[in-house]
């Protein structure tokens, strides 16, 4: 039996992407801001060997952005009174987004 493990991750907020191997089959579950940062969770398999690189971006409500370079939206975290908004540009954001929608839309 595979066991999974919830990892946690730090991100920068700005210029500054931050690079995550993950394996396959890893799942990202939620943003947030801990103790003043901001950070990602993500649901993987320990014993699986990370293959892929995966770049999050940390951008701040208000901010100029080049939307392209950005990914796909991750979620939004809050702290104090900066709200920060996390992209992800890979296949793993993708499909985090695409789950997420699905479940909006199933609570409608």
Known sequence: MNLNRIHKYDL????????VMLPDG???LSVAAQHGIVRVWILLDPNIQPK?????T?????????????GIFIGTAYDG???WHVFA???L???AE?????AKAGEQ
């Open 26 to 28: 890893a799942q990202i």
């Open 12 to 19: 920068s907020v700005g210029d500054n992407n931050v690079n």
């Open 81 to 83: 009174e900066f709200v």
């Open 98 to 102: 695409l789950a997420r929608l699905r």
């Open 89 to 91: 540009r890979d296949v």
């Open 52 to 56: 892929k690189t995966y770049r999050f």
């Open 93 to 95: 954001a993708f499909d």
């Open 58 to 70: 940390v951008v701040g409500t208000g901010w100029d952005i080049q939307r392209d370079a950005l």
